[in-house]
């Protein structure tokens, strides 16, 4: 059944796309009248724009310059016109179902790439599965034309490559009564078949040379749409082994209903809209669910990308310290060494030991005097209990960070003496409390306290940094 809006000439091949336009604009909009396949419809050669009477040609030449020549059709053309559409859109969207869901929602949202390319790229790449071979794959084929469009040729190459059917195929009724096939060639059509065909067409496709039975055959299976629908239906189908076969009588149809009354009738249509819009409020409902799980997913994804990034970034750091400290290390003790001989070529003995005194250290800058004391605490320490040693300069990070983050707590500015914490990891180490000390920290009788009443936060900064190498080293 075909309607037609008798407001705007539009036509409706279905009753619920003719209901939904009435509910849309109004009672204005809801009178129908139905049409034939036969009627005529002009359709635009350029963009394929229809219109239902001549009088509108020219107001939709006017609208859009593009539209020039117009070409007279049917509505059974504008029906086969829309179920090629449909179905086309049916295979694009079933090609989005071939590749990993999750992955398309991080490619296409998470990372902006576009559905269809995205979607394109993951099935180019299935085999090494991962989201950065999807997108080297994309930015290797950037420059294509295509790139964001599904052609016919494309989903024939991707639906084969999955081994997957173009079109969804017959659909056959499980609870179907079977039917048995006693058909031979020669014998007529049903007359179920031949009361649903048009006498008139019939004789006009038996005057161009056709059977009977091929002929009735051919306007059942399209439709009535005419003469040129027929015969091209059986240059299509002549080499079908039933070609030569009768059509199979059609299901019995149900008996027709009882008409319903002006009440009962306006009853059943807002019992229809009523289930209308519940289905579009649970459509709705069950869409934002699925795009929030989806959103929630790309977060997660982008998180934990994030977090990664972040990791691999401080290994970095930590490993070019280390390759400073190497350096500098290497570089001090060539030195040293070009040191020791010149001195025995000067007075041809090995030059004395090198000692430290209290007051050397004491003269110097206060961050040369922590980098001495956290040098000798690992020196005296790293081949005894090395992991006193760790717990007691994890514990010097924690009293320095806490100063440095908190400068007026007078909380962090006191450790007591007696706290079991200090007294088991930090009071054994004697270059620990020269730490302190150089930090601002002064022996009181029962605690050792800030003597600064601001604390020097670069000073505890180079601590915690020079802390961290420390335990990153043993």
């Known amino acids: 059944m075909i309607l037609k809006c008798s407001k705007t000439s539009r036509l409706f091949f279905s009753a619920e796309e003719a209901q939904e336009h009435a509910e849309a604009f109004g009672a204005a909009y809801a009178n ?46 504008l029906l086969q016109l829309q179920k090629s559409k449909e179905e086309e859109t049916k295979r694009k969207e079933r090609f989005f179902t071939l590749v990993d869901q999750k992955k398309l929602a991080a490619l296409s949202v998470a990372k902006s790439h576009g559905r269809t390319r995205s979607a394109k790229a993951l099935l180019a790449t299935r085999e090494k599965g991962t989201i950065e071979a ?21 989903l024939e190459t991707a639906f084969a490559s999955a081994d997957v059917p173009m079109s969804d195929g017959d659909v056959v009724m499980a ?86 009354s002006p009440e009962e009738a306006a009853a059943k249509a807002e019992e229809l809209q009523k289930k209308m819009r519940d289905k579009k409020k649970l459509e709705e409902k069950i869409s934002d669910k699925e795009k929030e ?19 691999e970034e401080r290994k970095r750091r930590i490993a070019q310290d280390l390759r400073e400290k190497e350096q500098h290390e290497k570089e001090k003790a060539a030195l040293k060494e070009q040191l020791r001989q010149d001195y025995i070529d000067r007075f041809g003995v090995e030059p004395p030991p090198e000692e430290t005194g209290e007051k050397e250290i004491k003269e110097k800058t206060s961050k040369d005097q922590l980098t001495y004391w956290l040098n000798q605490l690992k020196k005296n320490h790293k081949d005894g209990d090395v992991e006193a040693l760790k717990t007691c300069l994890s514990t010097l990070r924690i009293y320095t960070k806490n100063l440095m983050e908190n400068p007026v707590e007078v909380k962090f500015k006191k450790l ?52 961290d190498l420390m335990l990153g080293q043993l």
């Open 32 to 77: 129908f009248e139905e049409v034939s396949m036969e009627s005529k419809v002009w359709v635009c050669a350029e963009n394929g724009r229809p219109c239902y009477t001549e009088a509108e040609i020219p107001r939709l030449k006017a609208r859009d310059p593009e539209c020039k020549t117009f070409e007279e059709k049917t509505v059974a053309y």
């Open 134 to 154: 999807a997108e080297a794959w994309i930015e290797e084929h950037s420059g294509e034309v295509d790139l964001d469009k599904l052609t016919l040729e494309f």
């Open 175 to 260: 609870d179907a009564a079977p039917v048995v096939d006693e058909r031979k060639p020669g014998d007529p059509n049903p007359p179920e078949i031949k009361e649903n065909v048009k006498a008139e067409l019939v004789k006009e496709l038996i005057e161009m040379g056709f059977d009977e039975m091929k002929a009735e055959k051919a306007l059942f299976k399209t439709d009535n749409q005419g003469v040129q629908f027929a015969v091209n239906w059986l240059a299509e189908h002549e080499n079908d082994a039933d070609i030569d076969l009768p059509l199979l009588p059609p299901p019995k149809a149900l008996p027709p209903k009882p008409k319903m």
């Open 293 to 311: 799980r989806m959103r929630v997913e790309s977060v997660k994804m982008m998180n934990e990308a994030s977090e990664k990034l972040k990791d």
């Open 416 to 467: 007591k003496l007696e706290n079991k914490a200090f007294q088991t990891r930090v009071a054994s180490f004697s270059e620990a409390i020269e730490v302190l000390s150089v930090l601002g920290f002064d022996k009181k009788e029962d605690c050792l306290e800030q003597r600064k009443s601001v604390p020097d936060g670069w000073l505890c900064g180079n601590a915690i940094k020079f802390i």
